[in-house]
């Protein structure tokens, strides 16, 4: 289910969460704390004819188990959690909800790293489960599942007052928009979209604007302005860099810190108040005198607040994401901003104007988009087109690990189109090992990887430790 514009997100979760539990027990799933926070503060208005029960980590001890135990002898409850909810045994449990699907707090970050969506799925198939996904755009192993024709997408048609304004040199507003949002200040509350700060470190050709790519397809990256850009998957590095699209060599550059954002949106609109919200300083409430509020990605201000316009700057930063991964959270926090304005409000995109964005948001639809990334995934051979675990090992043992993985590629005890790359840090003790599969032989994979994890502990060698699918392939 797509979210709506000019509509607030928490509701439509309540709306579908009430719908589905004329069905029986629900759970629903939210990424943080200050999700349920949001979403119960909705609900508190409304009357419903069944028990809301709060299972999450921000609970007492002895209110947890309580709720817990409560949740597996109740009938017919709403379960509200984030994702270790995920394991509570739900009496009469037949809808599940995942909201805003694509979050990083869906994946657990230590061993043994699972997901809720890959978890989701198998709670689903054991106990025959009807399963509900939200967001602004589909993650990419849904938009797979959706191409596919395995998930309906629910989406209702809307259309936006957009106008694109591309920067010329690197300069935050360009000309043209100022007079723009002067006329929006007038008449209410302006949000600006800015970029987290070490976000995005692909390498962006500064000529054509097209993201550097690898010989194997996936991005480079830049640590540094003068470094070489090195690969993000196979670790390849390039001397000499040269853009394979318009052969330019020069690098795009710019990325601003919230602070800097805030000086020179003040210095461009004197005398306007403006108030910032940035993880973990996120505002839950807009003051009513301000006038301008800047946003980091992820941490635009709780509450129903509309805006007379919503300013997406520095496109291109933004679109320079490390990974497609990073790529996909970018065009949902666009979504996600520009869901904020008025009905009469437009929405100001600092990108040229025929980037395709321009139009999915016009349009309020997000196909384009996330063919392009399915696309680029494919020919990089990435999730969702292949199952990819990372293993990670002393540095002394990586290069015999990595070869042990070539043998079995060749002993035909993994598929013979797997890809094994070895990925060395000089600054860590620790090295990655990459191994890819296509898709329908995760199985295969994980299996091979529980054989081999078992058989290292048993001839006591050092501990590997293995992520399946993991949020990012990067550090
Ligand atoms: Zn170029
Ligand atoms: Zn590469």
């Known amino acids: 289910m797509m979210h709506t514009p000019h509509k607030s997100a928490y509701l439509e979760i309540i709306e579908l969460a009430i719908e589905r539990m004329k069905n029986g027990s629900t759970l629903l799933l939210l990424p943080d704390t200050r999700d349920i926070d949001r979403v119960l503060q909705s609900l508190e208005g409304k009357s419903v004819d069944f028990e809301v029960i709060r299972l999450d980590s921000s609970l007492p001890r002895a209110q947890r188990y309580e709720n817990y135990l409560k949740v597996s002898i109740k009938g017919n409850v709403l379960v509200i959690g984030n994702r270790s909810a995920l394991f509570a045994p739900i009496q009469n449990l037949t809808s599940i909800i995942v909201a805003f699907e694509k979050s990083e707090q869906y994946f657990e970050r230590k061993h043994p790293y699972w997901n809720t969506r890959d978890s989701v799925f198998l709670r689903a198939k054991t106990e025959n489960l009807n399963l509900y996904f939200t967001g602004y755009v589909p993650s990419s192993e849904m938009a797979f599942q959706i191409e596919n ?17 591309p920067q010329m040199q ?9 007079p723009a949002i002067r006329k929006s200040l007038e008449k209410g509350t302006v949000l600006f979209l800015v970029p987290r700060k070490g976000y995005a470190n692909a390498l962006l050709c500064a000529k054509c604007r097209n993201i550097a790519l690898c010989k194997c397809g996936a991005r480079l990256l830049v640590s540094s302005q003068t470094s070489d850009p090195q690969c993000s998957v196979c670790s390849v590095s390039v001397k000499d860099w040269q853009c394979s699209w318009c052969a330019g060599t020069k690098r795009y550059v710019a990325a601003r810190g919230i602070d800097r954002f805030h000086e020179e949106i003040g210095r461009a609109f004197p005398n306007t108040s403006i108030q910032l919200s940035s993880a973990p300083n996120i505002l839950e409430e807009v003051a009513e005198k301000t006038k301008i509020v800047i946003a980091t990605t992820g941490s635009i201000p709780g509450g129903s607040k509309e805006y007379s316009a919503v300013v997406l700057l520095e496109g291109q930063r933004f679109l320079a994401a490390s990974s497609s991964r990073f790529e996909e959270l970018v065009y949902e926090s666009f979504f996600e901003a520009a869901a904020h304005v008025s009905e009469k409000g437009s929405v100001f995109i600092v990108l040229d104007a025929f980037h395709p964005l321009v139009a999915a948001i016009t349009k309020w639809n997000p196909g384009l988009l996330i063919r392009k990334i399915l696309r680029e995934n494919e020919e990089a051979f990435l999730p969702p087109f292949s199952a990819v675990a990372v293993l990670t090992v002393e540095k002394q043992e990586s290069v015999i690990l990595k070869n042990g993985l070539a043998k079995s590629i060749k002993d035909g005890r993994l598929p013979t189109s797997s890809q094994v790359f070895l990925s060395q840090d000089a600054e860590s003790d620790d090295a990655r090992i990459l191994v890819s599969v296509p898709s329908e032989n995760r199985d295969v994979l994980a299996a091979f990887l529980l054989e081999l994890s078992r058989k290292r502990a048993i001839s006591k060698k050092s501990f590997v430790s293995i992520a399946l699918d993991p949020f990012t392939l990067l550090r």
């Open 149 to 165: 024709r395995n998930i309906s997408f629910i989406t209702q048609k809307a259309n936006l007052n957009t106008s694109a304004f």
């Open 170 to 178: 690197g300069e935050l507003l360009p000309d043209r928009i100022i």
